[in-house]
């Protein structure tokens, strides 16, 4: 199992930046695949990036693709989330997740997600 907690979201005024960070603990805490997804009220949870502790691979939603950064430092069991160029409409809560199972390969499928942190707010003004 996994524990994640996140947090460093905020208000930023738009073109402005902003990193979250995503820590995990647990006794697999390194082998799921691990998430940021975000939501806004009225709105299905949509995946946002993916990445794994293992190697540098990546994937990012179109929509944040060449602004956002998905990072890790594994010794600080930390995944990190880099939000440049940002948007009103990256307005939402962030919430980091790790897969139920244990796997090598990123999913955008939120059921896909079992673990779950409790969520940060990230608001773009305009």
């Known amino acids: 199992q996994v524990s994640v907690v996140e947090s460093g979201g905020g208000l930023v005024q738009a073109g402005g930046s902003l990193r979250l960070s995503c820590e995990a603990s647990?006794?697999?805490?390194?082998?799921?695949?691990m998430a940021w997804f975000r939501q806004v009220p009225g709105k299905e949870r949509e995946f946002v990036a993916g990445?794994?502790?293992?190697?540098?691979?990546?994937y990012y939603a179109e929509s944040v693709k060449g602004r956002f950064t998905i990072s890790k430092d594994n010794a600080k069991k930390t995944i990190y989330l880099e939000m440049n160029s940002l948007k009103p409409e990256d307005t939402a809560v962030y919430y980091c997740?790790?897969?139920?199972?244990?796997?090598?390969?990123?999913?955008?499928?939120?059921?896909?997600?079992?673990?779950w942190g409790q969520g940060t707010q990230v608001t773009v003004s305009s």
């Open positions: 997740a790790a897969t139920a199972g244990i796997d090598n390969r990123i999913t955008t499928i939120k059921e896909r997600y079992r673990y």
């Open positions: 990445t794994i502790w293992s190697g540098g691979n990546t």
């Open positions: 647990g006794r697999t805490w390194n082998r799921h695949v």
